[in-house]
């Protein structure tokens, strides 16, 4: 069924409660409905709103909203050693994650809790201790509105990278995304390695799915705001990947600074957090906008602030951190 609101009220549809307004937004259960959504409401300017967890409006949006609704999680074929997993594009994703460990299938439980839905994991390649969803895609689905047609992309060719894909840049606003499809194993494969993972896993009898899973959700409840009640999209920043040489000449002067492998060559990530912390920034606030005082990647609405505001807030702690360290960085929320 496609449900279609004109002039839409975008403060309950993304997690930083931004009061914007859509000149359309369609809700729709099948892919199936994509060419009659287009057919009947296409405008110029489109995008996919999925859950909002990562997006911040900072005006009104002069063009139709594509927000899927289908909840479907199949089985595609299985074998001994593994599940193929397809799951429509408006399934919340720890609604997924928390079908997969119930069924002792292995891959996806470190990315428990993290908010958003399943259409929106391959675009950001989300990640969380030491897992990314790169890791279990097989292909993503897709509808092509300009040739309506419908089309799939193997996850060799999504260029994925960290918090990148091939859907933040040529394929952006290019393609609806409709179907993941995921590989899962069923014999254990624990990766315990990010922080104090192994600790709390340890601490609650050992490796399994369901104590990876309750480790997981606890570390993050203990960090980051939930958006039921604070407006916040998560990280707001990516951590920078710098030089090696840039990080050296930074660890002389902070020793204890956290650093982390990434797989291009000369070239290591930085905590961004730490960056916005170090600078005495965690905890800041101005007007309705603050760095969230558990996690400083994290910038929250304290109520009532507008998408302007964040934006305006966000300039200024890129400033500072590019002020103390030299080091730039970028956004991780798209922002419109
Ligand atoms: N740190 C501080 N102060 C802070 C925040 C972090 O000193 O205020 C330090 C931590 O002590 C740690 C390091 O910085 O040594 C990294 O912190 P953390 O483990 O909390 O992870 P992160 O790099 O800040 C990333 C993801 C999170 C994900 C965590 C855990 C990005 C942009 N963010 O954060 O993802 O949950 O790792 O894997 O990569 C998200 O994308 O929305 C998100 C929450």
């Known amino acids: 069924m496609i449900r279609s609101f004109e002039n839409a009220d975008l ?41 909002g967890n990562n997006i911040l409006f900072t005006r009104d949006f002069d063009g139709l909203l594509l927000t899927p609704c289908g909840k479907t999680i199949t089985v595609a074929a299985e074998n001994d050693e593994m599940a193929i997993v397809r799951v429509d594009a408006g399934v919340e994703w720890d609604d ?11 891959g996806i439980e470190n990315l428990s809790l993290i908010p958003g839905k399943v259409g929106a994991a391959p675009v950001q390649n989300i990640g969380a201790y030491g897992v990314e969803v790169k890791d279990s895609v097989v292909d993503v689905e897709m509808f092509v509105p300009d040739a309506c047609k419908y089309a799939v992309l193997a996850a060799e060719h999504c260029a994925f ?36 993972l192994a600790r709390e896993v340890e601490a609650r009898g050992g490796a399994t799915l369901a104590n990876i899973r309750e480790a997981v959700c606890d570390i993050r409840r203990a960090k980051l705001p939930d958006p039921a009640v604070t407006g916040n999209a998560g ?100 922002i419109l």
Not at 11 to 24: G, I, L, M, V
Not at 240 to 261: C, G, H, K, Q
């Open 11 to 51: 403060r309950e549809r993304n997690s930083f409660r931004a009061a914007q307004r859509a000149a359309r937004l369609a809700e729709y259960d099948s892919a199936a409905e994509l060419p009659e959504v287009f057919e009947r409401y296409g405008m110029p300017q489109w995008t996919v709103l999925s859950g």
């Open 96 to 106: 997924f994650v928390r079908w997969a460990t119930d069924r002792g299938l292995w």
């Open 161 to 196: 990278g960290y918090r990148e894909s091939v859907f933040k840049h040529t394929l952006r606003n290019k393609v609806v995304i409709t179907t993941v499809e995921f590989r899962l194993y069923k014999s254990p494969r624990p990766i315990l390695a990010y922080g104090n």
């Open 235 to 334: 990280s707001f920043f990516k951590n920078p990947i710098v030089d090696t040489a840039v990080a050296e000449r930074l660890r002389e002067r902070y020793p204890e600074m956290p650093l982390y492998a990434v797989p291009e060559e000369g070239k290591v990530k930085l905590a961004a957090g730490w960056l916005i912390d170090k600078a005495g920034l965690k905890g800041f606030r101005e007007g309705n906008v603050g760095v969230h005082d558990t996690q400083a990647l994290v910038l929250v609405n304290l109520g009532g602030a507008t998408g302007g505001e964040i934006a305006a807030f966000a300039d200024k702690i890129r400033q500072r951190v590019e002020d103390e360290f030299g080091i730039g960085i970028d956004t991780e929320v798209n």
